[in-house]
């Protein structure tokens, strides 16, 4: 009889990610629609970041804020999310370190309306805050929440 894999084939960081996730649903059930518990809970998470992911993540949170100041701040296995007045996730920042990636990425949910025909990106690769990833991830949100 062969032996079964417990992880279910998850990587070490993917099996933190999940326990992460399922202690953040809990916390979130606990505080329900509680904006100022969930912006608390988002600026812990990119507290916590490596020196690079944490300028990417300041630099998200500060777009949407301005943006998009209606979507909800919630963390999202464990990185830094905005969710709509529903809590339904509409983005979030994953960073590189947290699963040994060369990048982070900006990741959009189908909640995001970035819909372009047919196909449209929903996640992209972010290396370096400048003025025109700001620009261009500025734009992105605006668009996402229409």
Known sequence: ???????????????????????????QEKAGKNRAAGEK?????IALLEPDDKVLAEGLHKVVSDVA??????????MP????????MVLFIQAAKKFNTRYATIGFEDRATLDDGDMWPVAFAIRNWTPSVEQRITELVRKAVG
């Open 41 to 45: 809970a988002v600026l812990d998470a």
């Open 69 to 78: 100041p209606h979507l909800v701040p919630k963390t999202y296995y464990g």
């Open 1 to 27: 009889m062969a032996k079964t894999d417990a992880s279910g084939g998850l990587s070490k960081e993917e099996r933190e990610a999940v326990k992460q996730r399922a202690k953040e649903l809990r916390d």
């Open 81 to 88: 999310g905005y969710a709509n007045d529903e809590g339904k």
